[in-house]
């Protein structure tokens, strides 16, 4: 069942690689076969796919539910996301059958600090609407009122999530000098906040009290929609959310609505509900958001990081060895 004709273990890659990386390192050890489109791997073709594979290497596009960890066989013995988001993995299903789960925290930890403080220069200095306004003609001339953002120097801050990312992104906030970097976080993180001069502060305190609102948690059943309708009606008027963690914990009904009604200033999303976002989607309407498509790793030196850590997790995996990056589950 599970051996290959060529008596090698047998991985199943959902995507096409980055520069081949990841799948030449499977290669030299393994027999693998692999998507090879830009869109995600049709649901009915994964199912037929993983039927006997030993391994998959997925991304965060891909449901891996029971139903595709039955439908592989009981020989599956690892999957391993080119992510550092695991929420598409059913984990407590891969728990009960003994299969490992690997992914790629760390290495994209600065690139997505990096996007984060992009989005949200982007979005309080307006970026994307000045520019649009350069090539549509309405730059008419230098005016004292036009085009005018709001600055981070003596902003408040505040993190949602403190993690790795949380924290980078706090590190390249300092020195826009803010008034203040709150956090609000499960666990208090004393250490590292003490570093950046950073104050733990309830969610409530956070919604209140903030210039600037940046989701960088993980998805979980805690998180998921905890900024909704209630969350935004707390937030200052002219309150900037950023979001770089997942659409999900974002009630986008609820956002549009804020922004529509300018009971907030402005938001910067890189990830949404769903993704892609559909063309007519209302959020698209609105001149206040600055939308990215999910691409806070996205740098080529990152993402070829992920791919070969992912390749490395999976052989790890088949071997019964350490991973690079394993899920505790
Ligand atoms: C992740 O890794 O989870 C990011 O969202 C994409 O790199």
Same mark, same amino acid.
């Given at each position: ?62 449901? &891996?539910?029971? @139903? $595709?960890?039955? *439908?592989?066989? +009981? ?5 391993? %996301?080119?992510?550092?988001?695991? /929420? ?76 790795? &990312?949380?924290? @980078? $992104?706090?590190? *390249?906030?300092? +020195? ?5 970097? %709150?956090?609000?976080?499960?666990? /208090? ?86 993704? +892609? ?53």
């Amino acid at each position: 069942y599970s051996k290959t004709t060529s008596g090698m273990k047998s991985v199943y890659v959902t995507r096409p690689d980055v520069a081949s990386i990841g799948i030449d390192l499977l290669k030299k050890e393994c027999d693998v076969s692999s998507w090879s489109q830009a869109v995600p791997v049709p649901r009915d073709e994964l199912l037929r796919q993983v039927v006997g594979k030993d391994a998959i290497y997925c991304a965060l596009t891909d449901k &891996i539910d029971s @139903e $595709i960890i039955e *439908r592989a066989g +009981p020989q599956l013995k690892c999957i391993a %996301t080119i992510s550092v988001g695991y /929420e598409h993995i059913d984990v407590a299903e891969c728990k009960k059958r003994g299969i490992r789960v690997g992914y790629t925290p760390d290495v994209l930890t600065d690139a997505t600090a990096e996007l984060t403080v992009a989005l949200l220069l982007a979005t309080s200095r307006r970026l994307f609407e000045a520019n649009k306004e350069v090539y549509n003609g309405g730059w008419k001339s230098w005016a004292p009122d036009w085009m005018c953002g709001q600055g981070l120097k003596g902003a408040r801050v505040g993190l949602f999530g403190f993690g790795r &990312i949380g924290q @980078e $992104i706090a590190a *390249r906030l300092v +020195p826009f000098k803010p008034s203040k970097l %709150t956090y609000t976080a499960r666990t /208090e993180r004393t250490t590292e906040a003490v570093k950046l001069n950073a104050e733990r502060v309830s969610f409530d305190e956070m919604l209140c009290e903030s210039d600037f609102i940046v989701a960088c948690c993980a998805l979980t059943p805690e998180t998921k929609e905890i900024f909704n309708t209630d969350a935004f009606k707390k937030m200052k008027s002219n309150a900037i959310f950023i979001n770089s963690a997942r659409g999900g914990v974002v009630d986008q009904t609820a956002l549009c609505a804020a922004l529509k009604d300018k009971r907030i200033l402005g938001a910067g999303l890189d990830v949404t509900t769903p993704e +892609p976002l559909p063309l007519d989607d209302p959020l698209l309407k609105l001149d206040n958001v600055v939308i990215l498509p999910h691409i806070g790793s996205a740098d080529v030196n990152t993402r070829i990081e992920m791919s070969r850590i992912t390749a490395l997790n999976i052989l790890a995996g088949l071997k019964g060895e350490k991973m690079v990056a394993e899920v505790s589950i």
